[in-house]
């Protein structure tokens, strides 16, 4: 059966309902001066809210993206170190239920944003944003870096490396990014220490010279290895590094990477990454708005984005006679748990040289539409209705992290990145929330023109 007519007939006879909210416009100055919250309750506390119960029929797109989005927000609220006498105060876990104790830095910057959601739309007031935000940059200042930048790991409860986990330059970029929007949304104190710690980050220690490219990784055991070589979620890293107010890295590196230009069928062409993950065109963009915008050779990073969140999709509608669960309604490749476990090689064409370097086995991520819902809200929206219908996918924080029909296999754990990705962007979408923060802070706006990505000026 068409599996894209089923589920239109299907949700032809739905019922509707409306799911709204109102902003918190204002932003007060904190009620107290408490550096920690006086809370007692335990680090990484267990789900305070059972799963979601089944739902008979569709319901409406804006009450599937208020489902996703307040479930996704739980989990960086509930599953942080929430114990105020413990080092690792605000350090959010990388994933739940599975790898329990550890946390990700990434998680922790997608975490720091989702609590401005959280309080413009009502899940918490401000005064309990601010302290959570206050106590997680505290936390921030007395972790061991390394100029500046952060492993990748860490121990929950101690802040301490884990895994022996790699500094990483990628992660320490998606923890700025979160540091910088919520010292821009929450001012006072958090601010000062957000741009203490994004001051603290020694950009050019992370850069080769010889190559001018950034390192991905740094252990003391072993030194720096891999280079951001090919295009990637690496943009915010140039940004960011251009707009230091302490050191700063000019333009070569931004355009030093490869841009290898592919297309999918007769779609557009578009400047590709290695694996064709989907996440690759997203992740820069929950922060950065790109949107008319055009660097000095004529890139446009937010079409490239819009092209290949197409190319992702119109994959997906030419591969729905070859698999059981991708298809129209179920699309997005991207890196994820699978049946085997984690794997990063989940994308989809052009990828590499040869469009031979993605992986495909047939699991697709919610987070992989939901991630692109600003470049193609009308194939993400009709995703979503696909995903709230299936109750298997269904858990405590909204959809957990991907599923393989063919396989007949749920995952149960979700992933912070996963989560973050589709919570920012989900606020993106409605009103542009974290892309006006964001956008507002020198830094960044430094950051852009110090690349030469320009605003296009309105005819």
């Not at 860490?154 to 986990?165: F, M, P, T």
Request: charged fraction near 15%; glycine fraction near 8%.
């Amino acid at each position: 059966m068409n599996k894209l007519l089923f589920w239109n007939l299907l949700l032809g006879i739905a019922l509707l309902v409306t799911a709204c909210y109102a902003p918190n416009e204002q932003r007060p100055a904190p009620t107290s001066n408490v550096t920690l919250p006086s809370t007692t309750a335990v680090s990484v506390p267990e789900p305070t809210m059972s799963a979601p119960a089944p739902t008979p029929t569709p319901v409406n797109d804006e009450a599937i993206i208020a489902y996703e989005m307040q479930a996704a927000f739980r989990f960086f609220w509930e599953q942080a170190n929430t114990n105020p006498d413990s080092p690792g105060y605000g350090l959010i876990r990388d994933r739940y239920p599975g790898s329990a104790g550890i946390a990700s830095i990434a998680a922790v910057g997608f975490g720091l944003s989702a609590i401005i959601v959280g309080v413009e739309r009502g899940y918490i007031s401000y005064d309990q944003g601010y302290e959570r935000v206050l106590g997680t940059l505290q936390t921030l200042t007395r972790m061991e870096r390394e100029q500046g930048f952060y492993y990748h790991f860490v121990d929950v409860e101690s802040g301490k490396r884990a895994w022996q986990s790699e500094v990483s330059s990628i992660d320490t970029a998606i923890l700025m990014m979160g540091v910088l929007s919520v010292g821009q949304y929450f001012e006072h104190s958090v601010q000062q220490l957000a741009d203490e710690l994004y001051a603290g980050v020694n950009w050019g220690w992370f850069l080769d010279p010889d190559r001018q490219m950034f390192y991905m990784a740094y252990r003391p055991e072993e030194g720096f290895s891999g280079h951001w070589d090919f295009y990637a979620e690496q943009l915010m890293l140039y940004v960011l590094a251009a707009g230091s107010p302490t050191y700063p890295v000019d333009e070569r590196p931004y355009y030093s990477f490869i841009r290898h230009v592919g297309r999918y069928g007769n779609g557009e062409p578009f400047i590709h990454s290695w694996f064709g993950s989907l996440f690759t065109y997203q992740f820069s963009h929950a922060w950065i708005d790109f949107r008319n915008r055009i660097d000095a050779k004529g890139v446009d990073w937010f079409a490239n984005s819009v092209a290949a969140s197409r190319a992702h999709y119109d994959f997906a509608v030419a591969m729905d006679a070859k698999y059981t669960t991708l298809g129209p309604n179920a699309w997005g490749l991207t890196a994820c748990d699978g049946p085997n476990g984690y794997e990063g090689r989940y994308g989809a064409p052009p990828s590499g040289y040869d469009n031979r370097a993605h992986l495909i086995d047939d699991t697709v991520p919610p987070a992989g539409a939901i991630g692109s819902i600003i470049f193609t809200p009308a194939e993400s929206l009709q995703a979503m209705r696909y995903y709230y219908s299936l109750e298997p996918l269904k858990g405590v924080y909204g959809f957990n992290d991907a599923f393989n029909l063919s396989r007949n296999w749920y995952a149960t754990d979700v992933i912070g990145i996963d989560k973050g990705i589709s919570l920012l962007m989900l606020a993106n979408y409605q009103n542009g929330l974290i892309h006006r923060i964001t956008m507002a802070h020198p830094a960044i706006l430094a950051g852009l023109e110090r690349l030469g990505i320009e605003q296009l000026q309105e005819e």
